[in-house]
């Protein structure tokens, strides 16, 4: 257990639909990260938050957004989705030495 | 463009077996990590190196930074079922101020009893 929480587990939605994803660092860690691995794009970087601030953005989407909240908890909203968004979405956090990141668990988001 | 490429991207051996994962790029990073997913589950941080030439040894796993803190490898002694995973190699740039972590495409490893 990685101490990293993410809700929910599986999704599965239509497409042209809009889900929140939910996820809690692990306590004290500032940073929070999410990514979207697909079979064929392996872990893909989308955006990193560091105490309530962005701080980098990789290949998100503009019809995602991401936010991180003042107890540090962090969704990730995404909207208009279509089959190609079905991946698996993971967020990570991170201490801050050396940029080390422990993983939650995922969200299965299925679009149909 | 892969900033990080893992050799080879899969990998199937006999239990006993030993292996070596390698993972290179033109870029130098501050740091380089490793991490192990298994299916439908969120990758795992092995270890870390931080310094060029430094070697970690995790129990049957080495790993080295290489002396440019330009590439890394992984290597298993003996390698067991319980190995069997997809193995991730990532690095955080030097020239980058961000926590942001450069992933490489994988190494999938199947350790057959």
């Known amino acids: 257990d990685s101490g990293v929480t993410q809700t929910p587990k599986h999704l599965i939605t239509a497409t042209g639909q809009r889900v929140t994803l939910r996820c809690s660092p692990r306590?004290?860690?500032?940073?929070v990260y999410w990514y979207q691995q697909s079979l064929d794009q392996g872990l893909q970087f989308l955006i990193q938050?560091?105490?309530?601030?962005?701080?980098a953005k990789g290949n998100i989407l503009e019809r995602f957004s991401a936010q991180q909240f003042p107890d540090l908890h962090s969704e990730l909203n995404l909207s208009s989705l279509e089959l190609g968004d079905s991946a698996l979405y993971f967020c990570a956090s991170s201490p801050g030495r050396y940029n080390e990141q422990f993983f939650g668990p995922g969200t299965r988001l299925t679009v149909l | 463009t892969q900033l990080l490429e893992q050799s080879p991207q899969f990998l199937s051996i006999q239990e006993g077996e030993n292996l070596t994962v390698y993972c290179n790029s033109s870029s130098v990073f501050s740091s380089l990590q490793w991490y192990r997913q298994e299916p439908g589950e969120g990758p795992v941080l092995l270890v870390t190196?931080?310094?060029?030439?430094e070697v970690k040894k995790l129990k049957r796993l080495t790993f080295q930074f290489g002396d440019a803190r330009k590439d890394s490898s992984l290597h298993i002694t003996a390698a067991q079922p319980g190995d069997t995973g997809l193995y991730l190699c990532?690095?955080?740039?030097?020239?980058?101020?961000?926590?942001?972590?450069?992933f490489g495409q994988g190494t999938t490893l199947q350790v057959k009893p």
């Open positions: 306590s004290g860690d500032l940073s």
């Open positions: 938050y560091y105490n309530g601030e962005e701080r």
């Open positions: 190196v931080v310094t060029g030439g």
């Open positions: 990532a690095g955080d740039k030097a020239s980058s101020n961000t926590g942001k972590l450069i």
